[in-house]
């Protein structure tokens, strides 16, 4: 149903910005969440087969950028564009479901051709499509939109400026991963991973806001602040063996943010445009 609800608002007349928000917010969210659902079906390496959770974070990254230069993308040029891949991408997890549903786990724990793997294909695919068609086709938009002078920013500086606490986001989780004295990705990766995915997806969503409403994203966001603090803190070795702990109350705590702001944000909108959320009944005046 992912491609129909803005053709029903149109339909019914309901077209808002709290539905072009509640929409792309939501898929800011699902994106990861679909990802931790593969990664459930073609199970963690065990030496011989299923993904590292090294290559789950890389995958995860992929995935999330592909969604932030789509929006990026309409941040300066006003228009959307989905590529393909997005609707391929969805028909291979729909196709993934139904291939282990019918032939079991067992299919990703056998070689495919010459030894690989279906998971490695689908690595190497995703890796293709995003660097040679998706952002190479973002760059191309922009570039077009600047040569017909209908950029909507016309600095460099206000053109990359969504890109900094995303880029800044993916250096901080990095380095923990990559530093953590503790191995925290390898001990946690659901829980890890989730984490990235809400952090992610209330960034993205702060940028849907602003393009929404021709405002400026602020350069850092606030997620940034103590998730440096957490970082430094556990590759430091300050946090010790509670490091796994500190995730956990850090994770609860992004989630619990993301929400409250989901919220807050629904009941805004549907009080200034006058509408009920969920409801295609006018708000009764008072």
């Known amino acids: 149903?992912?491609?129909?609800?803005?053709?029903?608002?149109?339909?019914?007349?309901?077209?808002?910005?709290?539905?072009?928000?509640?929409?792309?917010?939501?898929?800011?969210?699902?994106?990861?969440?679909?990802?931790?659902?593969f990664f459930s079906v073609c199970s963690r390496d065990n030496g011989k087969t299923?993904?590292?959770v090294y290559t789950m974070y890389i995958y995860l990254s992929i995935v999330l950028f592909n969604f932030m230069c789509s929006h990026w993308e309409k941040y300066n040029t006003g228009v959307l564009f989905l590529p393909w891949g997005y609707d391929i991408s969805q028909v291979v997890l729909i196709a993934a479901y139904l291939l282990t549903g019918a032939?079991?786990?067992?299919?990703?724990?056998?070689?495919?051709?010459?030894?690989?793997?279906i998971t490695d294909a689908l690595v190497i695919l995703l890796i293709g499509f995003s660097l040679f068609l998706s952002f190479p086709q973002t760059l191309y938009n922009?570039?077009?939109?600047?040569?017909?002078?209908?950029?909507?920013?016309?600095?460099?500086?206000?053109?990359?400026?969504?890109?900094?606490?995303?880029?800044?986001?993916?250096?901080?989780?990095?380095?923990?991963?990559?530093?953590s004295p503790g191995n925290?990705?390898?001990?946690?990766?659901?829980?890890?991973?989730?984490?990235?995915?809400?952090?992610?997806?209330?960034?993205?969503?702060?940028?849907?806001i602003c393009q929404m409403s021709s405002t400026r994203p602020e350069l850092f966001h606030w997620f940034l602040f103590?998730?440096?603090?957490?970082?430094?803190?556990?590759?430091?070795?300050?946090?010790?063996?509670?490091?796994?702990?500190v995730l956990a109350v850090f994770t609860a705590l992004v989630t619990a943010a993301h929400v409250h702001y989901g919220v807050c944000v629904g009941r805004q909108l549907s009080e200034h445009l006058n509408i009920y959320i969920f409801s295609l009944k006018k708000r009764v005046q008072e």
């Open 142 to 179: 922009i570039h077009r939109a600047h040569l017909k002078k209908t950029l909507k920013n016309d600095s460099l500086y206000e053109v990359l400026l969504p890109l900094v606490s995303p880029l800044l986001l993916f250096i901080l989780l990095t380095v923990w991963v990559v530093l």
């Open 1 to 37: 149903l992912d491609s129909i609800d803005g053709k029903h608002a149109r339909r019914t007349q309901s077209s808002t910005p709290l539905g072009e928000l509640f929409d792309h917010g939501l898929d800011s969210w699902a994106t990861s969440i679909f990802v931790l659902s």
């Open 226 to 245: 103590p998730l440096a603090l957490v970082v430094y803190a556990a590759i430091s070795g300050l946090l010790g063996w509670t490091e796994e702990a």
């Open 103 to 117: 032939l079991g786990v067992e299919v990703w724990q056998k070689p495919l051709l010459f030894g690989y793997y």
């Open 184 to 208: 925290i990705l390898a001990k946690q990766p659901r829980l890890f991973l989730w984490m990235v995915g809400v952090a992610f997806s209330n960034v993205i969503c702060k940028v849907i």
């Open 50 to 52: 299923g993904v590292s």
